[in-house]
């Protein structure tokens, strides 16, 4: 007997999401009374994921009973990757885990490092569609370089958490943008009939639902669970402004990951999850993705995990052969006692015939909302040359002068080369960079009590009048 749980994504307010699942698990092997489908929720404004991982656990307890010893498996779709992984750290531990029961874990577009969607789901508008509440905290842990991503997926650097317990974990997400027909309309102009965006408002939130290289909502590079965390520390003491140590701080490989050209996030005609119907059959290309889930659920071994690995990395090939690839850097700038350093300017470039020029490497910036110390970029690896040598320059902005951040401004130089080495296709590299504050001579000053020009006056800089 094995279980099967699915888990869904955010806004879900019926089971209908999972479509056929369920039905197509039955039908290869696994008993639909031992297939559960789970209903959580998502738009209370209070709630956070620790929440919901937690009152899954105790779901779990419920339909387990003392059965923490047969084997069972989670299905996610988009934000239940969030749930689960919090869930398998912090819940599933001590005799939960003790004889492994938990096998594989597939993570249907889980947005491991988060949505450029998400803050928009905070916003008014989303308040009006959802008639109230929108989940501003799990959209808050959901948004790029949110400090959940960070914490969470530095969590995941310990394999202990989750490999010691013997969990398999499997990345599956689309990479297809669908121009909807209803999104646009029909126009004569200029001698002929061209299709206009319906209106500008929505014209405006197109670009980040209509990204290259995602899913429409959740990037490839921040749907794979395989990434690498550095920190850069700036040597202040030197008058060179690119000096600093790296070091590799961890890394997760070897987890199989599939990016697959024929899905989108969501939707019933190619959606990774809700495409899959009553009649579909496994023999056919357009249900590739009912083919890999079951073959990523059947994996009892560590050669029987290798071999999916490596169909999946087939099929990222492929979809390659058709997109263009992208990569994702989540950088966290703090200063050299951990504290968050929230206000700069972030510039990355190149300098070309002798002229600094901002990169066109560079597809889209996002300043964390709710932690403004997190920036991401995403790189275009296509616009990546080589024989440059890029340079991020990080400026900091403190509305005193009795403190200050050091050096300033930070260079840090990059071949192209080098940049390939840090950033991988598909993949999400996070850096921490780490700078010295200083403090000003004049913020505190001790005068001898001998001192004849004793009884001095200052002004708001510490400079004596």
């Known amino acids: 007997m094995e279980r099967v749980f699915l888990i869904h994504g955010w806004s879900v307010t019926t089971t209908e999401t999972y479509q056929a699942l369920h039905h197509k698990l039955a039908d290869n092997g696994y008993e639909l009374k031992h297939i559960y489908l789970g209903r959580y929720v998502s738009l209370d404004n209070e709630v956070e994921i620790r929440d919901v991982a937690r009152a899954m656990h105790q779901e779990l307890e419920r339909h387990l009973k003392d059965d923490w010893a047969s084997p069972f498996h989670l299905i996610t779709h988009s934000t239940g990757a969030l749930i689960v992984k919090q869930w398998i750290v912090h819940n599933y531990t001590g005799k939960f885990a003790e004889k492994k029961p938990l096998g594989s874990v597939i993570f249907l577009a889980g947005p491991h490092f988060g949505s450029r969607l998400a803050h928009q ?17 799990l959209l808050t842990a959901l948004e790029l370089g949110s400090e959940f991503s960070w914490e969470i997926n530095g969590e995941w650097l310990n394999s202990d958490h989750w490999q010691k317990k013997g969990v398999r974990p499997f990345n599956l997400i689309g990479d297809r943008v669908v121009k909807r027909t209803t999104d646009y309309e029909e126009k004569w102009l200029g001698g002929r009939i061209v299709r206009m965006a319906k209106d500008q408002m929505f014209s405006k939130l197109v670009p980040a639902h209509y990204e290259a290289g995602s899913d429409m909502t959740v990037r490839v590079a921040a749907g794979n669970l395989n990434f690498r965390r550095y920190q850069f520390t700036a040597k202040s003491a030197t008058a060179d402004q690119s000096a600093g140590r790296w070091v590799k701080l961890g890394e997760i490989s070897g987890v199989p990951f599939g990016s697959l050209w024929r899905y989108t996030h969501s939707g019933p005609d190619f959606g990774i999850m809700n495409s899959i119907k009553r009649g579909a059959k496994i023999q056919m290309p357009k249900y590739q993705n009912l083919k890999l889930i079951l073959e990523c659920l059947q994996v009892k071994s560590d050669d029987q995990y290798a071999e999916v690995r490596d169909k999946l990395a087939e099929a990222t090939v492929e979809t390659l052969k058709k997109r263009t690839a992208y990569a994702q850097i989540d950088f966290r700038f703090v200063d050299d006692s951990g504290e968050p350093i929230d206000d700069y300017s972030f510039t990355f470039g190149a300098i070309k015939n002798d002229e600094f020029v ?7 910036t996002h300043k964390n909302r709710a932690s403004p110390n997190h920036f991401t970029v995403y790189i275009d690896l296509d616009q990546l040359e080589p024989q440059l040598t890029y340079y991020m320059l990080f400026d900091t902005s403190l509305d005193t002068p009795l403190v200050y951040y050091r050096p300033k401004p930070l260079e840090i130089q990059v071949t192209g080369v080098k940049l390939t080495d840090i950033v991988s296709a598909n993949q999400t590299t996070q850096i921490e960079v780490v700078l010295a504050r200083k403090s000003h001579p004049n913020l505190f000053v001790f005068h001898p009590g001998g001192d004849p020009q004793l009884h001095l006056k200052w002004n708001r800089k510490g400079e004596v009048k």
């Open 358 to 364: 901002p990169s066109k490497t560079v597809a889209h």
């Open 121 to 137: 789901g905070r916003s008014m508008l989303a308040h009006i569609r959802y008639l109230g509440d929108t989940g501003k905290k």
